[in-house]
């Protein structure tokens, strides 16, 4: 005859419910928010570290605080920025003095795409 399975509390099914509820409940939603806010991305994760600035066309004020921290592609956007005037008056010199900065650190264009 076949034997009958015993009903009652299973320490291991109750476990596995929890991890279940846990995860479905609890860090799903913690997840989906961070996902949402953007601050599961590598960029995110350097932008909030203390005293960092983003250097790009739309903000000449942290672009110029990088390259004067010595961040030779900030130098080098920002001879960018100076010869083509994104943001800031348009002055060749001053294009000319932050390429040179860039260059001295062996940062620039790619030869090869020109």
Excluded at 40 to 60: H, N, R, T
Excluded at 61 to 74: F, I, L
Excluded at 78 to 85: E, T, V
Aim: some cysteine; glycine content about 10%.
């Amino acid at each position: 005859m076949l034997k009958r399975i015993r009903k009652g509390w299973n320490p291991d099914l109750w476990r596995m419910y929890w991890v279940k509820v846990l995860m479905l409940w609890v860090l799903s939603p913690v997840f989906i928010v961070l996902v949402f806010l953007g601050l599961g991305s590598p960029q995110a994760g350097m932008a909030l570290q203390e005293g960092s600035s983003v250097c790009s066309f739309s903000s000449p004020e942290g672009c110029r605080v990088q390259a004067e921290a010595g961040d030779a592609s900030a130098q080098y956007i920002l001879g960018l920025m100076y010869a083509n005037g994104f943001g800031v008056p348009e002055d060749d010199d001053e294009a000319v003095r932050w390429y040179r900065m860039a260059a001295e650190q062996g940062y620039g264009p790619d030869p090869m795409e020109a």
